[in-house]
């Protein structure tokens, strides 16, 4: 009996771990109360790769958040504030660094929040607390005069909606400037509108002109504000809650920093003279969907040897701004003021050991894309037309770029060309930066050849201050003439492998290759042979999807060896860029398709299964043996009495047996078959020994 209950155990030990697959704890929760406390982690630093999400929930109209402990690895491990309870909520802000965020309100009675941190640095985390605002309709009233440093104007008077045919105006005293900022707004588009003006009266420079349902980005003033509300006599809305508060102090970082503000400045150096063998990093990041306008202010810097190289995004390796890019000299660049593409700014500023002179100044603002004038493109083929309303024309002083990214070669051709001959440009170049290869620069009404890139597209128009055209229409399409994939490609096997440079040479300055692999297996696991890149500045992206947005699985720089990763889906994105100074070797992996990841909860419940199953059969097999058993002891106590005689056998018990327990009982007889001793426990505790 024994065997089977350590049979029973053995495959307990063996089979059931198979069917557990181990987890991480759930750093996620959701909160339904008014007032409260978020801290992340409780204690010590937060893990690796945390995808943590916290919803709030409370009884009143709006929920404000304070940040009390604010500590991440910058541009890396990131919390996310969304207005609503689910991540498909508007964000309202996006953290990353050192910095405390601002307070927050929403403009709903819920609130999303959502912590990632990815595979390298740890911090401390964050802390908040939260408390629920009520309805603010005793501060709505129709216009009024302010002077307080902060405060809330808002429509409608009473909940619902605002009223036809309003004419409002606020106007808030200050001598300091002012950042205006909305947490919600709703008017009827094109016909009732919010203007903010930059002073005190009608004749103020107009700093927006707002209507329909897009939340407005936040605007500065110099110091006073004019804000006018106008309805008609159609429909009406919800209306709009808007805030002002005293704009931050200039920003003076004494060597790098990272920020999240929607402007502010940078002066460096802060205090006194340059410094020697300089070498600091800016970087700005500011709401997807905006860009970054740069303006330089102040430059003064040693011709040639002290330079500044701003970026048209967060990393050293990330596209140049400009013409030129870098800026050296004692001369305002020319021009003064950049623009990026994306909603993220690098600024790397180094000087040699004889740095003398006084450096520079620059400013940034958050400006919203023009309306088709610039845009990023993922899309295999697609149509760009500026202006995007067909018979109007273009505006003057225009400065548009459209960037396509592209594995394969594309081609791109147009179906119309109107501009200002030998004024208004459109310029197409064979990459992704300005200083891409130019493959042709066209002006006027003849509609120009169609041109082939080898992958990526940069275009761009420029206008003057005279007159206008109706602009232009062109489309792109995967080349037929096929192309180079040594830097990048597109596979569709469920196995190969990848080497830059292919040659065994080094790679390029300021390479940008892609490469997207599909298999028609479950996943995809992707292991380095080999890794040579420039650490910390040259970088290899393993994505987890088929494009540069998909969640990034690994980020590897330097010469040793990363682990092997998977992807969850068929899809993987491989990305390397390099900066301008010291070219590698490159790297070399490979890829294979493998099982899906959910094969181990398919495999753990058909091993449960299974040790079910066993169990039922060991439990059976085990009560049959010892019903067997039970048969034949009774049996054999049921035998007839006999006496002894010859030929037959004399029992005797060497300890208590059932009978010896019973006095007046006589022991049945068995026949003689030889002298038999049995010293195990029969089924009844007791010592038998047979002797003949």
Partial sequence: MYKCYFLILLLKWIILPMSVTGASRDCSENFQRDSGSLEYPNSGRYKNNADCTWVIV?????????????????????????????????????????????????????????????????????????????????????????????????????????????????????????????????????????????????????????????????????????????????????????????????????????????????????????????????????????????????????????????????????????????????????????????????????????????????????????????????????????PIIYGNLYKNDQNCIWIIYSTVPLEIYFSKLNTQSNKDFLTIRDGSTIGSTQLGRFSGYTKPETQTTKGDAYIHFTSNWESAGTGFVLHWNISSSGGNNECGGHFNDDSGSIQYPATGSLYPANANCSWVIVSSGANIELKFTSIDTEPGTDFVYIRDGENISSPELGKYSGLILPSSVTTTSNKAYIHFTSDALYPSKGFVLTWNTVESSTAPIIIGSLTSIIFIVVIIIVVAYCFKKRKNKDKQDVSLVNLPSQQSGPGMGTRHDSENSLYGAMPGTTEPQVPNRGSRHDSENNLYGATVTRDA
């Fill in 58 to 386: 409370s009884s009143g109209d709006r929920i404000e958040l304070n940040f009390t402990r604010f500590s991440t690895e910058s541009n890396h491990d990131f919390l996310r504030i969304r207005d609503g309870g689910n991540r498909h909520s508007h964000q309202l802000g996006e953290y990353s660094g050192g910095n405390l965020p601002p307070t927050l309100r929403t403009t709903q009675n819920k609130a999303f929040i959502r912590f990632t941190s990815d595979h390298s640095q740890k911090g401390d985390g964050f802390a908040l607390t939260w408390v629920t605002l009520n309805t603010v309709e005793k501060q709505c009233e129709c216009g009024g005069n302010y002077s307080a440093e902060s405060g809330t104007s808002c429509l409608p008077l009473t909940n619902g909606n605002y009223r036809n045919n309003m004419n409002c105006v606020w106007i808030i005293s200050s001598a300091v400037p002012l950042d205006i900022s909305f947490s919600s707004f709703h008017t009827e588009g094109n016909n009732d509108y919010l203007t903010v003006r930059d002073g005190r009266d009608i004749e103020s420079p107009e700093l927006e002109k707002i209507s329909g349902i897009k939340l407005p980005k936040t605007l500065k003033t110099k110091s006073d504000a004019y804000i006018q509300f106008t309805s008609d006599q159609n429909k009406v809305k919800p209306g709009f809650v808007l805030h002002w508060n005293i704009s931050p102090p200039e920003i003076h970082s004494e060597c790098g920093g990272n920020f999240n503000s929607s402007s502010g400045s940078i002066k460096y150096p802060a205090r006194g003279t340059n410094h020697d063998d300089a070498d600091c990093a800016w970087v700005i990041i500011v709401s997807s969907g905006d860009r970054l306008e740069l303006k330089f202010t102040s430059f003064s810097t040693d011709s040639v040897y002290d330079n500044v190289d701003i970026r048209d995004g967060e990393y050293i390796g990330s596209p140049r701004i400009g013409r030129i890019g870098v800026f050296s000299g004692v001369s305002l660049p020319d021009p003064p003021t950049l623009k990026t593409t994306t909603n993220k700014a690098f600024i790397h500023y180094t000087s040699n050991h004889a740095g003398t002179k006084p450096g520079f100044s620059l400013t940034w603002n958050t400006v919203e894309k023009e309306s088709n004038c610039g845009e990023e493109f993922r899309a295999e083929s697609g149509t760009i037309r500026h």
